[in-house]
């Protein structure tokens, strides 16, 4: 039995230093992407307060053509849409762009997909593989302006780790 435990106690930065020490710790050994994505999309939804999605998509194939968008990966939270064009939403914009997205107020951001109503801000970071985006790490929240600088330099580390894992 795995026995992660988020202290609610500690700071913000030592929260995410434990995140990222289990997400490795978890996903160091295992060859198997979908494995290690559920086993973080869990870590995230655990440790990370006021969320209210923590998942993956992945850039897979279109079903009709060649182009490529993303498709829903491992998460928790209230099922989504299921596949997201490049350059579409929070989440395309950040996989067509290779850059985070830090929204604080999800309505006022052209495009925006509702996947769950509740959602009001939002953090998507592209994980990067040999320079493209392979997938995106989404994290929604209820809470307007929920998420930081600090969420999304963590985030992003944690991105970097499961580059070659995922
Ligand atoms: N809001 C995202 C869609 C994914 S859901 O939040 C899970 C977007 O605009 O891309």
Redo the contacts with the bound molecule.
């Keep these: 039995m795995y026995d992660f435990k988020p202290d609610a106690a500690l700071a913000p930065s030592e929260l995410y230093r434990e995140l990222l020490a289990a997400a490795d710790s978890l996903t160091g050994d295992e060859p198997d992407a979908v494995a290690n994505m559920a086993n973080v999309a869990a870590l995230l939804w655990d440790y990370l307060p006021d969320l209210n ?1 923590a ?1 993956f ?1 992945r850039v897979a194939p279109a079903r009709a053509s060649p182009a490529l968008e ?1 498709v ?1 990966g491992p ?1 928790m ?2 099922p ?2 299921i596949r ?1 064009s490049f350059g ?7 996989a067509a762009s290779g850059a985070t997205q830090l929204v604080e107020d ?1 309505h006022a ?1 052209p ?6 109503a509740a ?1 009001a801000s ?1 953090l ?1 970071v592209p994980v990067i593989r040999d320079g493209r985006v392979v997938a995106v790490i ?1 994290l ?1 929240s209820p809470l307007p302006a929920r998420f930081t600088e600090a969420d999304a330099t963590a985030i992003e580390a944690l991105a970097a780790l499961l580059s070659a894992r995922i």
């Design positions: 999605w998942g998509y993303l829903l998460f939270g209230r989504a849409c997201i579409t939403g929070v989440c395309g914009t950040a999800v951001f495009g925006h997909i509702a996947c769950d959602s939002e998507v989404d929604d």
